[in-house]
């Protein structure tokens, strides 16, 4: 059994990935402790936070996760504030947080899978990496992700993406609201583009996972206020029910080795800053694409001059994520976003085809979020009273839309995380990150998504435009601890498993050697199937 | 729109019997017609009156009391001027025999009177008195910006339908519901 100071597994991080690998484990009778960084709320203590903040702050979705002293997160105000110690031409400013449940409490639900040819840019286009295994090597994980997760989709093999499947989505495609349905005409009537149902962990028209159908709240970012969207705060008690032992408010601050350097250990913080030791066989760090291989690069020791896991000195390089670009477009006619999920669709064929030798992929998102919080302040400020207001109001809410073009970007080492002087409440270092999103993501914007965007505003009927100042994060963590068959280049092998250790996984976001343009959360889940295979085989071995 | 009697407000000085007849007109005009619930008299300010007097003529929708009294604590907390500048906005208003903003606003002049008219007409709008993140919220799905397109979108986190229900024909913009 699992206590508080030793256990056959132990896992760092209770989101998603350690969520469903714990569950995995337990289910095949092996005990597991869960140690958490931050602490453990309810659904509703989130949910009133979001009702409670002003109009002004209800568009970050980090406001409603304050960070606690001892785990900061990124955010804009309290213990998170100045956490990522940024550098370099873009901005690598993330938000994730620390809680039980991990950043999918604020997740929109998109499980966009990878396709065969995101898995092999070096070989078929020449840049960037290949992965360590083809797409019908993950293609079962993917489907093991869809159905634990509980994720709908459509049953037309022509609408989904990719269609290379071996089962149909567990529930039928949510249905798309007015705005979504108007884009979708638009650019199918004016342009040949296919706006396709997204893939998404939210419950569709019934319940499952013990979770309720959605009925379209439009707050699937910041929190679901009725669970309806998978989170892995959601798991939790079922984890516990199965044997599971959780931690919350540890900070894992330390891995130990052994003379054999395998991983003996870990240490951690709890609130009052009391340090702990708990040892194991089995390691999982899983605790986000920053922390871990922010947690590998501080337990560097004598035998591990440059880190945990670093022999290849790639920890911490390579971070990636999804460049975007917002386009707001004032509108002849009302298209209504904010009416069903968040984003619930999306153009995904112009992320594919050969033009990847010279430039990065895009993929086009038409956001559904209610735009009364994007355009009140504006429509107040021109001074309107009574009548004039409210029509403002409503036109400006109606007649407006966001479409966020997403891009690829390659794995780049010198993009990198490495340790701050700056120090955190507990005298941790803070992660400092370096990052240019490079001249692929760049000669996309010029050459092709942006020439793509002014066509589809121009099919929208858009009497205006405007384009974010810069590029912003989607928030989707990747590349930190790359995987790879050379021990010499990459960090962990294709079971996630550390290349210089071989009892420590670190599976996720940072394992994923390409970004594509979708989302990355069902890629990491499908890795964390791969991996917990693995971890169980090696378990019951041991 | 009313034409204004283009009096100066930083002149308009009312007497008790003046207060007495607006008081008298705007009852008789119809503009306080909601029944006060008791609580919103326990501990409220001797403002609440002539505010939600006021608020009902720069906002031409139904207001909540409640929202009104957390607004207005806030408003006493900002403002030392508060209950002239409120007297001096309901003198420009009767003194146009206003009903609606429309009414009286343009007369209103630029400072601090109209800046306080316009925070007022803000804070009803948005359930704040600021557009910044550290602004205390005192309303979220009473907001007016909310009320004002909840005929067609969901107020962030409170579901209009059911499952899989919001497919619908896109609404024009016009006309704006009324509350």
Same mark, same amino acid.
């Given at each position: 059994?699992?206590?508080?100071?030793?256990?056959?597994?132990?896992?760092?991080?209770?989101?998603?990935?350690?969520?469903?690998?714990?569950?995995?484990?337990?289910?095949?009778?092996?005990?597991?402790?869960?140690?958490?960084?931050?602490?453990?709320?309810?659904?509703?203590?989130?949910?009133?936070?979001? *009702? !409670?903040? @002003?109009? /002004?702050?209800?568009? %970050?979705?980090?406001?409603? $996760?304050?960070? #606690?002293?001892?785990?900061?997160?990124?955010?804009?105000?309290?213990?998170?504030?100045?956490?990522?110690?940024?550098?370099?031409?873009?901005?690598?400013?993330?938000?994730?947080?620390?809680?039980?449940?991990?950043?999918?409490?604020?997740?929109?639900?998109?499980?966009?899978?990878?396709?065969?040819?995101?898995?092999?840019?070096?070989?078929?286009?020449?840049?960037?990496?290949?992965?360590?295994?083809?797409?019908?090597?993950?293609?079962?994980?993917?489907?093991?992700?869809?159905?634990?997760?509980?994720?709908?989709?459509?049953?037309?093999?022509?609408?989904?993406?990719?269609?290379?499947?071996?089962?149909?989505?567990?529930?039928?495609?949510?249905?798309?609201?007015?705005?979504?349905?108007?884009?979708?005409?638009?650019?199918?009537?004016?342009?040949?583009? *296919? !706006?396709? @149902?997204? /893939?998404?962990?939210? %419950?569709?028209?019934?319940? $499952?996972?013990? #979770?309720?159908?959605?009925?379209?709240?439009?707050?699937?970012?910041?929190?679901?206020?009725?669970?309806?969207?998978?989170?892995?705060?959601?798991?939790?008690?079922?984890?516990?029910?199965?044997?599971?032992?959780?931690?919350?408010?540890?900070?894992?601050?330390?891995?130990?080795?052994?003379?054999?350097?395998?991983?003996?250990?870990?240490?951690?913080?709890?609130?009052?800053?009391?340090?702990?030791?708990?040892?194991?066989?089995?390691?999982?760090?899983?605790?986000?694409?920053?922390?871990?291989?922010?947690?590998?690069?501080?337990?560097?020791?004598?035998?591990?001059?440059?880190?945990?896991?670093?022999?290849?000195?790639?920890?911490?390089?390579?971070?990636?994520?999804?460049?975007?670009?917002?386009?707001?477009?004032?509108?002849?006619?009302?298209?209504?976003?904010?009416?069903?999920?968040?984003?619930?669709?999306?153009?995904?064929?112009?992320?594919?085809?050969?033009?990847?030798?010279?430039?990065?992929?895009?993929?086009?998102?038409?956001?559904?979020?209610?735009?009364?919080?994007?355009?009140?302040?504006?429509?107040?400020?021109?001074?309107?009273?009574?009548?004039?207001?409210?029509?403002?109001?409503?036109?400006?809410?109606?007649?407006?839309?966001?479409?966020?073009?997403?891009?690829?970007?390659?794995?780049?080492?010198?993009?990198?995380?490495?340790?701050?002087?700056?120090?955190?409440?507990?005298?941790?270092?803070?992660?400092?990150?370096?990052?240019?999103?490079?001249?692929?993501?760049?000669?996309?914007?010029?050459?092709?998504?942006?020439?793509?965007?002014?066509?589809?505003?121009?099919?929208?009927?858009?009497?205006?435009?405007?384009?974010?100042?810069?590029?912003?994060?989607?928030?989707?963590?990747?590349?930190?601890?790359?995987?790879?068959?050379?021990?010499?280049?990459?960090?962990?092998?294709?079971?996630?498993?550390?290349?210089?250790?071989?009892?420590?996984?670190?599976?996720?976001?940072?394992?994923?050697?390409?970004?594509?343009?979708?989302?990355?959360?069902?890629?990491?889940?499908?890795?964390?199937?791969?991996?917990?295979?693995?971890?169980?085989?090696?378990?019951?071995?041991? | 729109?009313?034409?204004?009697?283009?009096?100066?407000?930083?002149?308009?000085?009312?007497?008790?019997?003046?207060?007495?007849?607006?008081?008298?007109?705007?009852?008789?005009?119809?503009?306080?017609?909601?029944?006060?619930?008791?609580?919103?008299?326990?501990?409220?300010?001797?403002?609440?009156?002539?505010?939600?007097?006021?608020?009902?003529?720069?906002?031409?929708?139904?207001?909540?009391?409640?929202?009104?009294?957390?607004?207005?604590?806030?408003?006493?907390?900002?403002?030392?001027?508060?209950?002239?500048?409120?007297?001096?906005?309901?003198?420009?208003?009767?003194?146009?025999?206003?009903?609606?903003?429309?009414?009286?606003?343009?007369?209103?002049?630029?400072?601090?009177?109209?800046?306080?008219?316009?925070?007022?007409?803000?804070?009803?709008?948005?359930?704040?008195?600021?557009?910044?993140?550290?602004?205390?919220?005192?309303?979220?799905?009473?907001?007016?910006?909310?009320?004002?397109?909840?005929?067609?979108?969901?107020?962030?986190?409170?579901?209009?339908?059911?499952?899989?229900?919001?497919?619908?024909?896109?609404?024009?913009?016009?006309?704006?519901?009324?509350?």
């Amino acid at each position: 059994m699992a206590d508080a100071s030793q256990s056959p597994v132990v896992i760092v991080g209770t989101g998603v990935v350690g969520v469903v690998i714990a569950e995995q484990l337990l289910d095949a009778g092996i005990p597991v402790l869960m140690l958490e960084a931050g602490p453990r709320v309810t659904r509703a203590d989130i949910v009133e936070n979001y *009702r !409670n903040l @002003p109009l /002004a702050a209800k568009g %970050n979705p980090i406001e409603c $996760y304050p960070s #606690r002293e001892w785990a900061p997160h990124p955010e804009p105000a309290g213990a998170g504030k100045g956490y990522l110690q940024l550098s370099g031409p873009d901005s690598y400013a993330q938000s994730y947080v620390r809680y039980a449940g991990g950043s999918t409490w604020h997740w929109a639900g998109t499980c966009w899978r990878l396709t065969p040819a995101d898995m092999q840019l070096h070989s078929r286009y020449g840049v960037g990496r290949d992965w360590a295994f083809d797409y019908a090597t993950l293609e079962p994980y993917y489907t093991r992700a869809e159905y634990q997760l509980g994720i709908c989709g459509p049953d037309d093999p022509a609408l989904q993406w990719p269609p290379q499947r071996s089962k149909p989505y567990p529930m039928p495609a949510l249905p798309f609201g007015p705005g979504e349905a108007r884009f979708t005409e638009v650019v199918r009537d004016k342009l040949g583009l *296919r !706006n396709i @149902p997204t /893939a998404q962990a939210r %419950n569709s028209g019934t319940s $499952y996972d013990d #979770r309720p159908a959605c009925c379209g709240n439009n707050n699937c970012v910041p929190v679901c206020p009725v669970g309806a969207k998978y989170d892995g705060a959601t798991a939790l008690s079922r984890l516990e029910a199965k044997g599971a032992t959780i931690l919350d408010n540890a900070v894992v601050w330390r891995i130990e080795t052994n003379p054999q350097n395998h991983i003996n250990a870990v240490h951690y913080f709890d609130k009052h800053r009391q340090s702990h030791r708990v040892s194991g066989k089995l390691f999982i760090i899983a605790c986000n694409g920053l922390e871990t291989p922010k947690l590998l690069l501080m337990s560097a020791d004598a035998r591990n001059p440059n880190g945990i896991a670093n022999r290849s000195d790639q920890v911490g390089r390579n971070m990636m994520d999804h460049p975007q670009i917002t386009m707001t477009v004032t509108l002849e006619e009302p298209y209504w976003a904010g009416v069903g999920p968040v984003v619930n669709s999306g153009i995904m064929e112009t992320s594919q085809g050969d033009f990847r030798a010279e430039h990065a992929g895009a993929y086009f998102r038409f956001n559904n979020f209610a735009r009364n919080r994007f355009v009140t302040f504006a429509a107040l400020e021109k001074g309107l009273v009574g009548n004039a207001l409210d029509e403002e109001i409503r036109r400006m809410t109606a007649c407006t839309a966001d479409i966020v073009l997403a891009h690829e970007i390659l794995p780049d080492a010198s993009n990198r995380l490495t340790l701050s002087d700056k120090k955190d409440w507990l005298g941790l270092p803070k992660p400092a990150i370096h990052y240019d999103v490079g001249e692929y993501v760049r000669r996309s914007l010029a050459v092709y998504s942006m020439p793509i965007a002014h066509r589809i505003a121009e099919a929208m009927g858009a009497t205006h435009k405007t384009f974010s100042k810069q590029f912003n994060q989607s928030k989707h963590i990747m590349g930190g601890t790359i995987m790879g068959h050379d021990p010499a280049n990459s960090v962990v092998d294709a079971d996630c498993r550390a290349h210089d250790h071989p009892n420590l996984f670190l599976p996720g976001g940072g394992a994923m050697a390409s970004t594509a343009c979708g989302n990355s959360t069902l890629t990491m889940v499908a890795l964390a199937f791969k991996a917990a295979d693995a971890i169980v085989r090696q378990a019951q071995e041991a | 729109m009313r034409h204004s009697h283009n009096l100066p407000p930083g002149e308009v000085h009312l007497s008790r019997r003046q207060i007495l007849l607006s008081g008298a007109v705007i009852m008789a005009g119809g503009l306080l017609t909601s029944a006060l619930p008791r609580f919103a008299f326990a501990d409220s300010s001797l403002q609440f009156i002539p505010f939600m007097l006021l608020s009902r003529l720069l906002v031409n929708h139904d207001l909540d009391d409640v929202v009104g009294q957390r607004m207005l604590a806030l408003l006493e907390a900002e403002h030392s001027s508060l209950a002239e500048h409120l007297n001096q906005l309901l003198a420009i208003a009767r003194a146009h025999k206003a009903e609606v903003v429309e009414d009286f606003f343009p007369a209103i002049p630029a400072g601090p009177v109209q800046d306080l008219a316009r925070q007022i007409i803000f804070g009803w709008y948005t359930g704040s008195l600021t557009p910044t993140r550290s602004a205390k919220s005192f309303a979220f799905e009473q907001a007016l910006t909310w009320r004002l397109t909840q005929d067609t979108i969901t107020i962030p986190s409170y579901g209009i339908s059911g499952p899989n229900n919001w497919q619908r024909a896109n609404t024009p913009v016009l006309p704006i519901p009324q509350f």
